[in-house]
């Protein structure tokens, strides 16, 4: 079977299991011929199990208006408001701390970005989720500041 041509290529983020055709999910893919209703109620499906969770998500749409699309695991900055239990990060994060997680967290939240980020190992991963939680205002147990 010959592989059908790609109209476009774009990326939304949408709560999992809960998005809904409207703004600014429903124009985004309207205005790449994308059917709302009918990539709602996939996408919802799929990703249920996330239950409100932001998630990034790579819509391909076909010159025919059909269309796939490959979920992504949530943002690293919402894995790090969630295993901080903060709403948001700091204004000035060099100088108001919003939170704190532990080693532990930050690994677990590195092993679930691993096929996403560019890190050979796992250590890179940690290194990667750390500057992102420090730009954040949120502090590491058991890593000294440098």
Do not use: W
């Not at 790579?58 to 919402?78: C, G, H, L, N």
């Not at 991963?125 to 750390?130: K, S, V």
């Amino acid at each position: 079977m010959a592989k059908k041509p790609i109209a476009s290529q774009f990326k939304i983020q949408a709560p999992g299991g809960s998005a809904t055709p409207a703004p600014p999910i429903g124009p985004a893919l309207g205005a790449h011929g994308v059917n709302p209703g009918q990539f709602i109620q996939q996408f919802n499906e799929r990703t249920r199990p996330l239950n409100g969770k932001v998630v990034g998500c790579i819509i391909t749409v076909y010159a025919d208006r059909s269309f796939d699309f490959e979920v992504k695991s949530p943002p690293a900055a919402v894995l790090i408001k969630d295993a901080a239990g903060i709403e948001k990060g700091s204004g000035v994060p060099n100088k108001e701390k919003v939170g704190t997680i532990t080693q532990q967290q930050l690994e677990d939240i590195a092993k679930e970005k691993m096929k996403e980020l560019p890190s050979h190992t796992l250590e890179a991963a940690m290194a990667t989720i750390a500057g992102t939680a420090r730009s954040m205002g949120v502090t590491i147990k058991g890593m000294e500041e440098a």
